[in-house]
């Protein structure tokens, strides 16, 4: 097997026993990156130099016999995490040349073990799409089929672990960003309950739903890079002061006597045939695992895009008016005083699918709309949260789809912002709610595109569905197919 094929946990073992040294692996992942990331475009940024570096660093250290999970593990970050000394775009014009001074607490937790960042990946800007299209830097492809999107927002992130470019990386999930590229991947993404990562230094879309989380290639790393980040943090004043269990302890106990939930509203007319049927062998293989299967109701789901379309866009009008072009960022080179350097900044530096979302959230707020629009929102939002509550009090975790459909074609949905919008509609629940759910592989279509589940577990219950993530795992050998480069 060649170094850029291993997951992490058994790079960790290698590097261990000194089999191999951290720059060879980082080597063998940035000659993966410099032959195959031209077709796939994960990556913003890549740092050949200080990859190398790091991993003479992290060598450094295990010769101390000083070895944490990830000390020497080459990872790739969405390029939405601030990184002191590297360029930081959130795919946007607006912020093509900031250079932080300083890390976000995730990508310090990871520099803490000894982690070696590859570079920073692509996504759509700001976070705002569901197929990598909206990047200013060009649009990554999926792996699988190049002709298709590897989703988004967290495109880059999934991409790059389907492309073997990345060991393990870190996506953010405000409405399905890791769990629907996940799935369109034939990856591991796990959003975290609201407050169990810091959001320190990830630059924010909507403060309230956006969540920090791993894309991986099976589901011990997810474990690994969960318990990597995960844990308080002062810094972030939404982040919860709750113990962090070791997420590998539980792993492998199986599914014996869970009880999985089916939420009804999730099993529509519409959903994709070979979605369907994926969702059929899962319920099949969980049942022959001895879990016991129960439909339960979740009736508030009708109302979550809309729901979620308020609120993400109104907070997201309030996060982006900060990027004015005065303290950093682009700044129109004409402008013919303060506001019209404002207005054309902000024009120059936007690109069409954030003008858009930040029109909606504006209006959303404005004087005489709040009450009818964002207000009532934020009611119904309560009752989504309300309705996983009740359905988790009957079951242990939730079974469902992640996406209605398999990767769709580049170019399909860009011109209907509905039908993109409407493609995380089995995702925004659970952000809206502010639990946790992972998306595993879980078939394919007929056409041979990636096919993921989803697992949707308790608020801090992330431990519960790796567990039953796992047990699926080991019985179905999907997450070992590698795409074709």
Same mark, same amino acid.
């Given at each position: ?71 020497? *593990? ?5 390029? *939405? ?31 803490? @073990? ?27 492809? &999926? ?12 495109? /880059? ?32 993404? %796990? ?9 320190? /230094? ?22 690994? $890079? ?41 099993? *529509? ?69 303060? *506001? ?19 029109? %909606? ?21 309560? %009752? ?5 509550? &009740? ?28 039908? $993109? ?32 589940? @989803? ?31």
């Amino acid at each position: 097997m060649e170094l850029h094929e291993l997951t992490l946990n058994e790079l960790h073992g290698k590097l261990k026993q000194k089999e191999i040294s951290s720059v060879e692996a980082t080597k063998a992942l940035l000659a993966r990156i410099d032959a195959v990331d031209p077709r796939v475009n994960a990556y913003i940024t890549v740092r050949h130099d200080g990859a190398l570096k790091a991993a003479a660093d992290a060598d450094a250290r295990i010769a101390r016999g000083e070895i944490a999970p990830l000390t020497g *593990i080459p990872v790739g970050l969405k390029d *939405i995490f601030v990184t002191k000394g590297v360029k930081t775009t959130c795919g946007s014009k607006i912020l093509e040349n900031f250079v932080p001074p300083y890390d976000g607490t995730a990508v310090a937790k990871l520099k803490a @073990q000894g982690a070696v960042l590859l570079g920073k990946l692509n996504q759509d800007e700001f976070a705002m799409g569901s197929s990598s299209e909206s990047s200013y830097f060009g649009t990554t492809k &999926n792996p699988w089929d190049l002709e298709c999107t590897p989703g988004g927002s967290s495109g /880059g992130s999934a991409a790059a672990i389907a492309a073997q470019t990345a060991t393990a990386t870190l996506g953010t999930d405000t409405g399905g960003s890791i769990r629907q590229p996940a799935s369109h991947c034939s990856c591991v993404g %796990l959003k975290p309950t609201y407050g169990r990562v810091s959001r320190y /230094g990830v630059i924010a879309y909507a403060s309230s739903l956006d969540q920090v989380g791993p894309v991986t290639r099976d589901v011990t790393d997810a474990a690994i $890079m969960l318990g990597a980040v995960a844990g308080y943090d002062p810094m972030d004043s939404t982040s919860v002061e709750t113990p962090v269990p070791d997420y590998l302890a539980s792993l492998e106990q199986g599914v014996k006597g869970l009880k999985i939930g089916l939420p009804k509203e999730y099993f *529509i007319e519409g959903l994709d045939p070979d979605v369907k049927k994926a969702m059929d062998e899962a319920i099949a293989t969980y049942r022959a695992l001895g879990a016991e299967i129960k439909e339960v109701s979740l009736p508030h789901t009708e109302y979550a895009v809309a729901t979620y379309y308020l609120v993400a866009t109104a907070e997201a009008s309030s996060n982006l008016a900060r990027y004015d072009g005065v303290r950093f960022g682009h700044r129109t080179a004409e402008a013919k005083g303060l *506001i019209d350097m404002f207005a054309k900044s902000r024009a120059e530096g936007f690109g069409a699918e954030v003008k858009r979302r930040i029109m %909606l959230g504006t209006y959303a707020l404005s004087s005489g709309y709040y009450d009818a629009y964002y207000l009532k929102a934020q009611k119904v939002r309560t %009752l989504i949260r309300q309705d996983f509550t &009740n359905a988790l009090s009957e079951v242990d975790v939730l079974l469902t789809p992640v996406a209605p459909t398999p990767a769709f074609k580049l170019g399909e949905k860009v011109a209907d912002p509905l039908q $993109m919008y409407l493609s995380d509609i089995f995702t925004i629940p659970v952000n809206l709610a502010g639990t946790c759910g992972i998306s595993l592989p879980a078939g394919f279509s007929a056409a041979g595109l990636p096919i993921g589940v @989803q697992l949707i577990g308790r608020p801090f219950g992330e431990d519960a569905i790796l567990q039953a993530a796992r047990a699926f795992e080991r019985e179905t050998e999907w997450h070992k197919r590698k795409a074709a480069l």
